[in-house]
């Protein structure tokens, strides 16, 4: 009797979590574009939208990005030819979504919380002599981080009881420094268990 009554209570408590959980999670996928205050920089990223729905008004949510198009430029001078390529290898943000609905399923939202960028950087490029043969080859690939506060505000449509869709727009923490501004404007889908 002493195992079975605290293992009937905590199965009676999982199943009711369980059930609890289910209708309060939601899942889904994103696509966005970003901007960054940088005269031919910006990227484009696809992902994944994980939250918890508290109540109609406040959630947590998650997300998960990584590039599907960065910068790809390659340089060519008299003697050298160089190529650089850029992309956001992985971005998370963990977010407070705080609702509020303006007419039947049309929801306005503000986001706010902690994102955190890592960008792949490659650099390859050669360098001739006058003659063009080749004299130095050379390849580097490294990476660097951002991360901080973010925040933004988007719409929903609810299109029926599971499937909502979503925009918003995201000022992401400063791009190098405090010089330049890291923009994002996403669109995507969510499902509600």
């Known amino acids: 009797m002493k195992v079975l009554l605290p293992a009937a209570l905590i199965?009676?408590?999982a199943?009711?979590?369980?059930?609890a959980v289910a209708s309060d999670v939601y899942v889904g996928a994103l696509y966005n574009h970003q901007d960054i205050d940088i005269p031919g920089y910006g990227y484009d990223a696809a992902g994944?939208?994980?939250?918890?729905?508290?109540?109609?008004?406040?959630?947590?949510e998650s997300r998960f990005a990584t590039g599907i198009s960065?910068?790809?430029?390659?340089?060519?001078?008299p003697n050298t030819k160089r190529s650089v390529k850029e992309d956001i290898d992985l971005q998370t943000s963990l977010l407070l979504k705080l609702t509020y609905p303006i007419a039947d399923g049309l929801n306005v939202y503000g986001l706010t919380g902690y994102t955190r960028s890592k960008v792949t950087f490659e650099n390859k490029g050669l360098v001739l002599n006058e003659g063009g043969n080749e004299v130095v080859r050379y390849h580097s690939e490294s990476n660097w981080t951002?991360?901080?506060l973010s925040y933004g505000v988007g719409l929903e449509y609810q299109l029926n009881d599971n499937i909502d869709v979503f925009i918003d727009h995201q000022i992401?923490?400063?791009?190098?420094?405090g010089d330049q501004k890291w923009q994002s404007t996403a669109v995507g889908f969510t499902y509600r268990f």
């Open 15 to 19: 199943a009711f979590t369980q059930n």
């Open 146 to 148: 951002r991360d901080g």
């Open 172 to 177: 992401l923490p400063d791009f190098i420094s």
């Open 11 to 13: 199965m009676l408590g």
């Open 70 to 77: 960065g910068m790809d430029m390659e340089y060519t001078a």
């Open 48 to 60: 994944i939208v994980v939250g918890y729905e508290f109540n109609e008004y406040v959630a947590f």
